[in-house]
């Protein structure tokens, strides 16, 4: 694993659904983290805590409420509801600030009002600005992409064109430039990024071959040559366990861990940086999710893959992930090291999930102690909010003031 290089980054990331009038649904809320090139983020919580919805979001199935994803060091989403509610903040507290000198003539209240107006006009014109660029980033992520991959493209063969005598030679360099000209014209940023759905059966075109369905992103991908499209899906079936044969077959004639095999090999066959992996083997029976899980280890380890695995079983996250964020309710409430937050659990629902893990040792379960979370017992936010911390290297929590100064107590006492 590469530590160095952040391959995504997800700041402040909000996506809220209406769900009548005047109402809305915070699936996800401000959540932050980012991945690094090379490791396996494991992305945790029980049902309906948005952990489904924050990956489909970064992937950009949904258009995020607010906050910004840059994947490769380019934003890749970005939405613009911060930007809106700065500005209705602004007008507010211009009123709020300007009533008391409203109506009247002399200079010194003059003044104020102008100096209130200046105040309130320079923060609305760096959030319009922020929010044009947001608008900007979000519509033409992948057309920027493609400009970029172009240049690359003519700066690596420029000096090799123009060392170049054999006019025979050049012509086949030349040739070779412009094919590849013309698929980076056609590549899409988000082409690096593949997701593998949570229902191996749902996901796949039950109308299309195997071969159809694992194609598919290369044709789309600009890509013409048909033996070397057959090549690259019988590489990919043979890399998830699958033989040549099973290409010409339909998805209804395979076990589920078959077509969640069939849905790897799809996302994978593009090369990608990034796998979003969507609870993958939770439709899955339990003697087939360790061969899926083992096949993913071995992908990330032979492609060089980074994923996201999204999951609600923290055996298997413990075992596949470096890093954990537990989400409860659409918010990250803390982010660790798996090794650090099995060992050290400090938020009290994470403490609460990890009581509820069964384990095959009959005196373990007879004394085990599920432990119950009571938010509303165990936080008091009526005075402070809270934020995202860093108690400890690595180790980031959700808490207030008050909470951060217990949780660095119990940290400290771990230590002596």
């Known amino acids: 694993m590469d530590n160095g290089e952040v391959l995504l980054k997800v700041e402040d990331l909000c996506q809220y659904f209406k769900i009548g009038p005047g109402n809305e649904l915070k699936a996800v809320d401000h959540v932050s983290f980012d991945i690094k090139k090379g490791e396996v983020f494991g992305l945790v919580g029980e049902s309906g805590c948005g952990k489904t919805t924050t990956g489909r979001s970064i992937i950009r199935l949904y258009d995020i409420t607010s906050g910004s994803v840059y994947f490769k060091g380019q934003r890749i989403c970005a939405g613009v509801r911060s930007y809106k509610d700065a500005i209705k903040q602004a007008c507010l507290d211009y009123e709020t600030k300007a009533a008391p000198y409203k109506g009247k003539q002399d200079e010194e209240s003059l003044q104020a009002i102008a100096r209130l107006k200046a105040e309130r006009d320079e923060i609305l014109l760096d959030q319009k600005a922020k929010m044009?660029?947001?608008?900007?980033?979000?519509k033409n992520c992948n057309k920027l992409y493609a400009q970029e991959q172009v240049k690359k493209i003519e700066a690596e063969y420029a000096?090799?064109?123009?060392?170049?005598?054999?006019?025979?030679?050049?012509a086949a360099?030349?040739?070779?430039?412009?094919?590849?000209?013309?698929?980076?014209?056609?590549?899409?940023?988000?082409?690096?990024?593949?997701?593998?759905?949570?229902?191996?059966?749902?996901?796949?075109?039950?109308r299309m071959t195997v071969r159809e369905i694992i194609a598919e992103g290369l044709i789309i991908r600009g890509i013409k040559d048909k033996k070397?499209?057959?090549?690259?899906?019988?590489?990919?079936?043979?890399?998830?366990?699958?033989v040549e044969e099973h290409a010409g077959r339909y998805p209804h004639e395979f076990s589920g861990g078959q077509r969640q095999r069939i849905g790897i090999a799809r996302s994978i066959?593009?090369?990608?940086?990034?796998i979003i992996a969507d609870e993958p083997i939770s439709a899955?029976?339990?003697?087939?999710?360790?061969?899926?899980?083992?096949?993913?280890?071995?992908?990330?380890?032979?492609?060089?893959?980074t994923i996201l695995f999204i999951a609600h079983d923290?055996?298997?996250?413990?075992?596949?992930?470096?890093?954990?964020?537990?989400?409860y309710y659409g918010k990250m409430v803390e982010l660790a090291p798996s090794d650090e937050l099995f060992d050290h659990p400090l938020h009290p629902y994470t403490k609460s999930l990890l009581s509820a893990i069964p384990l095959p040792d009959p005196e373990y379960e007879r004394g085990r102690k599920r432990i119950t979370y009571n938010p509303l017992a165990e936080h008091d936010y009526s005075v402070q909010q809270p934020t995202m911390r860093e108690v400890k290297p690595g180790h980031f929590i959700l808490c207030n003031d008050a909470e951060f100064a217990k949780y660095t107590e119990e940290v400290n006492k771990v230590k002596a």
């Open 132 to 138: 044009q660029a947001a608008r900007y980033d979000h």
């Open 159 to 170: 000096p090799l064109l123009a060392a170049e005598t054999d006019e025979e030679k050049k």
């Open 173 to 206: 360099l030349l040739k070779e430039k412009n094919e590849k000209v013309r698929l980076a014209k056609k590549d899409r940023i988000m082409n690096s990024m593949q997701m593998i759905f949570q229902d191996p059966i749902a996901s796949l075109n039950p």
């Open 228 to 242: 070397y499209i057959d090549e690259q899906v019988y590489r990919v079936l043979n890399l998830v366990g699958l």
């Open 269 to 274: 066959i593009l090369n990608p940086d990034l």
């Open 284 to 305: 899955l029976d339990v003697s087939i999710q360790a061969q899926v899980i083992n096949l993913l280890n071995g992908l990330r380890e032979q492609l060089g893959l």
């Open 314 to 327: 923290l055996s298997v996250v413990k075992y596949f992930s470096d890093r954990i964020g537990v989400m």
